[in-house]
């Protein structure tokens, strides 16, 4: 039992680390939430979480070693989701912002729907191969053969939480008045940025190399 809930400090403040870095989640999150609503960001906070869940889970089933060691499989996820923050990053560059006024009357216009925002996260984080390198490297470390089921699901559980936890609290915080009527006053220039690290992150994607 010390053991278990050594490791299990270990993931929560590794996987803490992680999501605090940037990232296309993060990008993704930042973009839907200010140009959105809350409630955008919060359904895009679980489609990050639900990504994640699929990572755990085939990592906890061992397929991530196959993953891994395949280069073919490891390219097709990595042009996929390169595609994906490419297709993304460009729509942001092409965008001429949100006045006050679209803001604060959301119309349909500019509305995201629940299954738009959820499937943008999904996506995002599902294809992006690093993630699949991350948990593979993270679960050796705290996984060993003789472990329970029970102990497993935890560890993956803990993940799927945290996210879905963290990039909600980032879609509430940017979603507050004082922080988002700043960033809107200057959306069109975010978009921008945005849009720029969407791009730049797709083509580190795209030259990453398998082990690395």
């Known amino acids: 039992m010390q053991d278990f809930f050594l490791n299990w400090g ?3 403040g590794v996987f803490t680390i992680a999501l605090a870095s940037p990232g296309p989640d993060f990008v993704i999150a930042v973009r839907n939430s200010i140009q959105y609503s809350r409630h955008t960001g919060m359904m895009t906070a679980l489609g990050f979480a639900a990504g994640v869940a699929v990572h755990v889970t085939y990592c906890l089933m061992g397929l991530a070693t196959l993953i891994s060691q395949s280069i073919l499989i490891f390219n097709i996820l990595k042009f996929i989701g390169a595609a994906y923050l490419f297709y993304v990053g460009i729509s942001a560059l092409r965008s001429k912002g949100f006045s006050m006024d679209d803001t604060s009357s959301p119309t349909e216009k500019n509305m995201m729907t629940d299954w738009q925002a959820f499937r943008s996260g999904f ?3 599902l294809f992006n191969p690093k993630a699949t390198l991350f948990f593979l490297a993270l679960f ?3 996984l060993d053969p003789h472990i329970s089921h029970w102990v497993s699901a935890v560890y993956g559980i803990t993940c ?5 936890i963290w990039f909600s ?3 509430t915080v940017l979603t507050t008045p004082a922080v988002r009527n700043r960033f809107i ?3 069109k220039w975010i978009d921008r940025v945005c849009g720029g690290a969407l791009i730049a992150l797709g083509l580190r994607l795209a030259l990453t190399k398998a082990g690395h």
Not at 160 to 164: H, K, S
Request: glycine letters at 0%; hydrophobic letters at 60%.
């Open 185 to 187: 006053r200057y959306s």
């Open 123 to 125: 996506i995002t984080n």
């Open 169 to 171: 609290i980032v879609a």
């Open 140 to 142: 050796t470390q705290i």
């Open 160 to 164: 799927v939480v945290m996210t879905a």
């Open 10 to 12: 270990i993931l929560i």
